[in-house]
Nanobody
Framework: QVQLVESGGGLVQAGGSLRLSCAAS????????MAWFRQAPGKEREFVAR????????YYADSVKGRFTISRDVPKNTWYLQMNSLKPEDTAAYYC?????????????????????WGQGTQVTVSS
């Protein structure tokens, strides 16, 4: 049973920074995709960023490109989301997720249905 534990959310002013962490246990990850999604009130859960566990290859949603950085620490089974230049529209619950696939098709890894395991979510609130 895979467990994902997120941390690092909070309240920050616009222009500030936060770093989210997602610690995984219960499985050895070799070829997997680790991702971050977010969900604002009344909206659907949306893709933010993903990293391929084996290579470290990354991909970002256009809305966060240049401001957010996803990274991983393989020995710690942990991945991160460094969020800089935060905007009020980044306010949401952020979820980490894993997929037992490293398919490179964009339509595949932005789809929540292709992720087997999810964290509990951590709230990020950006004030203006």
């Amino acid at each position: 049973q895979v467990q994902l534990v997120e941390s690092g959310g909070g309240l920050v002013q616009a222009g500030g920074s936060l770093r989210l962490s997602c610690a995984a246990s219960g499985r050895t990850f070799i070829y997997s995709t680790m991702a971050w999604f977010r969900q604002a009130p009344g909206k659907e859960r949306e893709f933010v960023a993903r990293i391929k566990w084996s290579s470290g290859n990354t991909y970002y949603a256009d809305s966060v490109k240049g401001r957010f950085t996803i990274s991983r620490d393989v020995p710690k089974n942990t991945w991160y989301l460094q969020m800089n230049s935060l905007k009020p529209e980044d306010t949401a619950a952020y979820y980490c997720a894993t997929s037992a696939s490293e398919r490179s098709t964009t339509s595949y890894y932005v789809d929540t249905r292709n992720y087997e395991d999810w964290g509990q979510g951590t709230q990020v609130t950006v004030s203006s």
